[in-house]
């Protein structure tokens, strides 16, 4: 019987969600980043299960220079939500082709500093990408504001994989050391696996919430009191919200919001967080429902058709958006209040 070692399963799941972003990128997203992450672990997983599987020691320099690379490339996806800037106008972009660039060399003269060179690569980006999490969702700037807590959420657990990676290979060292490497093909399949799935599924979800390319702006910056400033940053974003409806564009995100109004992201995030004890994200989801609701109540148009009238892409994220504000389903939303008309109607008909 063909013996088909589990990573090629992972690849192949991880090929099916590069097939699903190639589709996003086609409707104009801009993933190149979370595209070329996504790549590097689905080529990882063929690579680690050729290692592991079938003992193909020859094919070890091309596992190491995919190792170095794939935490850079989290990093570099994560901080494009981060900022709307294009490669060309962020002059260090470059040195992070330092890391991959050093093993690649290693590989080539020195083989020796390879497993410490990206046990070193994974911390350093690891705790990175912790740092950037720690600042909370509306570092995102960049992200639509439908999914950014979802990317978010892939970003804190990207940070965990990716130092969580570094561990592994100083367990895969130690049992080196200590058993000449008894143990290490089982660590290292188990720990891959996860990882690489984690990682694949964090690419695809965290790059599904970058909208099309745009200008640049500031970083937003959180704190707890809210000052005179707060609140007139929040009545006018209220008043702007209420006029112009930006909330119904489904590619909205803190950076373009603060270019419609003239502000920048850090007068906005501080204003919702602590004059409305909310994130943006939440803030803006609030007026996308309370429209939503106006919509089932007034018209008998599709619930999908109502949930892109109202700034939602996608159904599961309108679904649990409208949950958090009314507390039931659009369809139970719609159900009710068509009920209550109906009772108004007969009431005044007698």
């Not at 109502?306 to 994220?317: V, Y």
Request: proline share 5%; glycine share 6%.
């Amino acid at each position: 019987m063909l013996f088909v070692p589990l990573p090629f399963v992972v690849a192949l799941l991880l090929f099916i969600l590069l097939v699903q972003m190639i589709r996003r990128q086609e409707e104009g997203a801009s993933n190149t980043f979370f595209f070329a992450w996504l790549i590097v672990a689905a080529v990882q997983a063929v690579v680690i299960g050729v290692r592991w599987g079938y003992d193909f020691l020859e094919i070890l320099p091309l596992q190491a220079i995919l190792a170095a690379a794939a935490p850079t490339l989290a990093w570099l996806s994560f901080d494009s939500l981060r900022t709307e800037r294009p490669p060309s106008q962020r002059p260090f972009l470059l040195l992070h082709l330092l890391p991959t660039l050093a093993v690649a060399g290693f590989v080539a003269f020195w083989p020796d500093p390879i497993s410490l060179t990206i046990i070193l690569i994974f911390l350093g980006y690891g705790f990175a990408l912790a740092r950037l999490a720690w600042a909370g969702p509306n570092i995102l700037g960049a992200s639509r504001l439908d999914g950014v807590i979802t990317s978010y959420r892939a970003l804190q657990l990207t940070a965990i994989s990716t130092v969580g990676s570094a561990v592994i290979d100083l367990l895969v060292t130690f049992d080196f050391a200590e058993t000449g490497g008894l143990h290490s093909g089982r660590i290292v399949a188990i720990a891959n696996i996860i990882g690489l799935l984690v990682l694949g599924t964090a690419a695809t979800v965290a790059g599904a919430s970058q909208p099309l390319a745009d200008e640049s702006s500031d970083e937003p910056a959180l704190s707890s009191q809210p000052t005179s400033d707060d609140a007139a940053v929040a009545l006018a974003l209220d008043e702007f919200m209420q006029s112009r409806q930006p909330y119904r564009d489904v590619d909205l995100n803190l950076n373009r919001l603060g270019r419609k109004m003239g502000l920048s992201v850090r007068q906005i995030s501080n204003a919702v967080n602590r004059a409305k004890g909310m994130s943006v994200s939440q803030y803006v989801n609030d007026y996308r429902v309370k429209d939503a609701c106006n919509l089932l109540t007034q018209t008998d148009e599709p619930i999908t058709r109502i949930m892109f009238d109202a700034g939602f892409q996608t159904k599961s994220n309108f679904n649990r958006e409208f949950l958090r504000v009314t507390g039931m389903s659009p369809k139970a939303w719609r159900t009710r209040n068509n009920k209550v008309d109906e009772t108004n109607v007969i009431r005044l008909a007698v």
